[in-house]
């Protein structure tokens, strides 16, 4: 009985080895330009064989302003943010699998697509649209998190 249970545990840790690499394979990205502005935020997360980039804005890269010249310029710039985090993680906008948009205002869903698609122009990712009341940067108008998994090399 007891060599079934070493065994076992033999086994189980055999399984345990992976996970726990994986689990230590977590990393923080911050990519120039994109660093994070205030506390408990992360630009992007690699994670194994995912990169998560968090809730991006239209920020101008290096600073704290929003671009100018409303939602389809705002969306440009915010997808030019995301690409960059993703590079920074070994992945690209074809990489992506998901991405949820955030407007503060649903009559600008037609500006935010029309500039969206150029960013993904095939097999776009699943995504959700919602209206929000707000977003943390009170100039910005449209806010979008995506995820993505690394290609097999």
Not at 9 to 23: I, N, S, T, Y
């Given at each position: 009985?007891?060599?079934?249970?070493?065994?076992m545990?033999?086994?189980?840790?055999?399984?345990?080895?992976?996970?726990?690499?994986?689990?230590?394979?977590?990393?923080?990205?911050?990519?120039?330009?994109?660093?994070?502005?205030?506390?408990?935020?992360?630009?992007?997360?690699r994670?194994g064989?995912?990169?998560?980039?968090?809730g991006?804005?239209?920020?101008?890269?290096?600073?704290?302003?929003?671009?100018?010249?409303?939602?389809?310029?705002?969306?440009?710039?915010?997808?030019?943010?995301?690409?960059?985090?993703?590079?920074?993680?070994?992945?690209?906008?074809?990489?992506?699998?998901?991405?949820?948009?955030?407007?503060?205002?649903?009559?600008?869903?037609?500006?935010?697509?029309?500039?969206?698609?150029?960013?993904?122009?095939?097999?776009?990712?699943?995504?959700?649209?919602?209206?929000?009341?707000?977003?943390?940067?009170?100039a910005?108008?449209?806010?979008?998190?995506?995820?993505?998994?690394?290609?097999?090399?």
């Open positions: 009985m007891q060599h079934r249970a070493t065994v545990m033999v086994g189980l840790f055999a399984l345990l080895g992976p996970l726990e690499a994986k689990a230590q394979a977590r990393e923080v990205l911050n990519p120039p330009g994109l660093a994070p502005l205030v506390p408990a935020y992360s630009v992007a997360i994670s064989d995912q990169v998560f980039v968090s991006m804005t239209g920020m101008k890269p290096g600073t704290q302003d929003i671009v100018d010249g409303g939602v389809a310029v705002q969306t440009r710039q915010t997808l030019e943010n995301i690409r960059t985090a993703f590079k920074s993680g070994g992945a690209t906008m074809a990489d992506v699998d998901e991405c949820t948009v955030f407007l503060t205002n649903m009559a600008d869903y037609a500006a935010m697509n029309a500039v969206y698609i150029e960013f993904f122009p095939v097999n776009p990712p699943a995504r959700a649209t919602v209206a929000v009341s707000a977003l943390p940067r009170p910005a108008l449209v806010e979008i998190k995506c995820s993505a998994r690394l290609p097999r090399r």
